[in-house]
């Protein structure tokens, strides 16, 4: 695998740079272990986004002959904590490199006794119980709701859970209810019990507001979690360790490779997609601001997710 020297993107120059747009319709997003993948033709891009800096530079190439996006969520040689991830500029950096559809991989607790160190989830819901992060791509002068109930692309994610039972070599779950907590940190065990009564499967701490931006940002999402250890609630009573953790995650990241390329060739088979999520904006009516209204440099921050919908205004164009 040959790469070439990063080059830097500026955010305005992104949406003009035809030999770089719309070359990575699916993207991936690493977790905890997996910090790179295999591409065919790999270059890396370096993207300045209107939300400053993504995690890591976004790898480019081809996997199973479809054009793809690979990026590090905690970047490579994992410096950056759950709370220091920059949501808003990873997910802003794919979309404007043309990802429509996202796997993200991500490392969980198990909340379950039936859900092993070494199995696979594929997460049909999320419970936020984050506290510090920017939420959202929208505010400073431009309010927008989208719709949130059912967070996870159905499609997307019913794809990824045949080809994790086809090709995993491992135990996959259907369904499931993912709570994100802050972290750096592990629950506390009076937390864990809670989630639990709650009915939450996992427990893990990145997957939240990444897959809300991912929404707002019309990408369909879907999660495959690696449940790397029992969290603290187990009837061991021993408590998470790092090690045990990183045991389990680099006996699973082989197997989280096989379920990508897997999920990958059978999108492509797909043809061209349209899901919910891919019209999320609902062609600019989830905004309730007045597009007169918006600052001029609010716009330019928002022009690659509401540039196609909103301006000019029809007020403008009079």
């Not at 449940?227 to 187990?234: G, L, M, N, R, V």
Request: aromatic share 8%; proline share 5%.
């Amino acid at each position: 695998m040959k790469r070439s020297a990063a080059p830097q993107i500026s955010y305005p120059a992104i949406l003009v740079k035809g030999d770089l747009m719309h070359q990575a319709r699916f993207g991936v997003m690493g977790g905890s272990g997996l910090y790179a993948l295999e591409l065919e033709d790999a270059r890396e891009v370096r993207i300045d986004t209107p939300f400053g800096a993504p995690s890591d530079a976004v790898m480019l190439g081809r996997l199973e002959g479809v054009p793809c996006a690979f990026l590090a969520r905690h970047g490579r040689g994992h410096l950056l904590s759950p709370s220091e991830i920059n949501f808003r500029a990873n997910i802003w950096a794919l979309k404007s490199l043309g990802v429509e559809s996202l796997l993200s991989v991500s490392a969980v607790g198990s909340l379950r006794e039936e859900i092993k160190p070494g199995h696979l989830v594929l997460v049909d819901q999320f419970f936020d119980r984050t506290v510090s992060r920017a939420r959202s791509f929208f505010g400073e002068g431009c309010v927008a709701h989208v719709q949130f109930g059912s967070p996870v692309e159905e499609a997307l994610r019913k794809l990824i859970l045949e080809a994790a039972r086809d090709v995993s070599g491992t135990v996959v779950h259907d369904g499931g209810t993912y709570v994100c907590i802050e972290g750096p940190t592990f629950s506390t065990r009076a937390e864990s019990e809670w989630f639990r009564s709650m009915g939450c499967a996992v427990v893990g701490m990145t997957n939240l507001p990444e897959a809300r931006l991912a929404r707002e940002a019309e990408i369909a999402y879907a999660t495959l979690a690696l449940a790397t250890d029992y969290d603290c609630w187990h009837v061991s009573n021993e408590e998470v360790s790092v090690e045990a953790v990183v045991r389990v995650i680099q006996q699973n990241v082989e197997a989280s490779k096989r379920v990508i390329c897997e999920t990958v060739r059978r999108y492509a088979a797909l043809g061209p997609v349209s899901w919910p999520s891919h019209s999320a904006l609902q062609k600019g009516a989830a905004v309730s601001t007045a597009v007169s209204s918006i600052p001029n440099e609010t716009r330019a921050k928002l022009d690659l997710l509401l540039g196609k919908y909103l301006w000019p205004s029809p007020e403008e164009k009079n």
